[in-house]
């Protein structure tokens, strides 16, 4: 049996957007799906890199940062001086080497850049058997 020590790699892809549209409503991803995944995954292992199309701080919508949707995760990030400075200093998508990670997750937000993950994984080149995730449902590429 062949064990490896290299570490697995996640790349949680956030959107730059803080607002909808031209309602103007602020918006961002939605804290407990940012928090939830990166403690879920540091804790079995991956590490995990943030990144933006913009690159930068990524918002958090404010909604979600307040009662009745935090959660023990949101609680334990707004406390975790390098989570929050991983997400006030993510990369930008473009300087990404796909090929470093063996999965995408984004997770959700009503301006996400779901609509991006086709485009992300076909031209990424990004390992090809890479889980790719959005939000919650995680997607087996050519497993």
């Known amino acids: 049996m062949s064990y490896s020590n290299i570490q697995k ?3 949680l892809v956030m ?3 803080d607002t909808m549209g031209i309602s103007g409503k602020q918006s961002g991803t939605w804290f ?3 928090a939830a995944p ?3 995954l540091t804790e079995a292992g991956y590490e995990v890199v943030f990144a933006t199309p913009d690159g930068g701080e990524a918002p ?3 909604l979600s940062m307040k009662p009745p949707f ?3 995760y949101t609680e334990r990030f707004s406390k ?3 989570a929050l400075y991983a997400a006030r200093n993510t990369r930008k998508l473009r300087d990404i080497d796909y090929a470093g990670y063996d999965a ?3 997770p959700g937000a009503p301006c996400a850049a779901r609509g991006q993950v086709g485009a992300i994984t076909d031209q990424s080149g990004m390992k090809q058997d890479s889980g790719v995730s959005v939000c919650c449902a995680w997607i087996r590429r050519n497993a």
């Open 60 to 62: 958090i919508d404010l």
């Open 104 to 106: 995408l997750f984004i």
């Open 38 to 40: 990166y403690y879920i």
């Open 15 to 17: 959107s730059s957007l």
């Open 32 to 34: 407990t799906e940012l």
């Open 9 to 11: 790699r996640v790349l």
């Open 80 to 82: 975790d001086d390098v």
């Open 70 to 72: 935090t959660t023990e």
